[in-house]
């Protein structure tokens, strides 16, 4: 989400426009093979919650590349408040013991699940496991009750976003742009 720029703001502001891109699925998928498997994947743990200070870990090591900071805004109040939520899920992905990437599940709109976060660790990028997560976390998403899962990405985001998630059976139902001040997107 990005905050309002007051008009002083705007001398030092770098802004960029970004296209905001949402994707959905309101179908189960049907038939659906087992998840393959990957010698190299230790396991998938869900933190259940993490620790503050291991979410942004994961939030500011995963998100470097593609510039995320909403999270980096949020005092570790808040941040605890939206992670120990019970119907926020934050899945951990490990490949011989070191953590690769994660994906974040927000249940809290009934119906509704959210892919909140997805990502790899920058080492982990262009092995195929990022598909992999994806389709463990949407075999996640969907239980009892649940109407429709989605996500959105941007410009700012891998060039393959798109793409993948489309193979993965989500559609474009919106697309919005929006101005990022990257002054703010890469303060750490």
Do not use: N
Not at 122 to 132: D, N
Request: proline content about 5%; glycine content about 6%; overall charge neutral.
């Amino acid at each position: 989400m990005s905050r309002t720029l007051d008009f002083e703001d705007l001398s030092e502001a770098e802004l960029v426009e970004v296209t905001v891109t949402f994707l959905e699925s309101r179908e189960r998928p049907r038939a659906v093979a087992p998840l393959a498997s990957r010698s190299d994947v230790s396991g998938v743990i869900r933190a259940d919650p993490p620790s503050v200070s291991f979410y942004r870990f994961l939030y500011d090591t995963v998100g470097a590349p593609w510039h995320w900071y909403e999270r980096r805004e949020l005092s570790d109040a808040a941040l605890l408040a939206i992670i120990e939520d019970p119907k926020v899920e934050v899945y951990v992905v490990y490949v011989r013991g070191t953590p690769a990437g994660y994906v974040e599940l927000d249940r809290r709109v009934e119906g509704d699940v959210e892919v909140a976060y997805f990502g790899l660790m920058p080492e982990f990028i262009g092995r195929g496991l990022g598909t992999w997560l994806l389709d463990f976390g949407l075999r996640k998403a969907w239980r009892q009750g649940v109407r429709r899962v989605w996500l959105h990405t941007c410009t700012l985001d891998h060039p393959s976003a798109i793409s993948m998630y489309q193979r993965a059976g989500l559609v474009v139902y919106d697309r919005k742009v929006k101005m990022v001040d990257m002054r703010r997107a890469r303060r750490v």
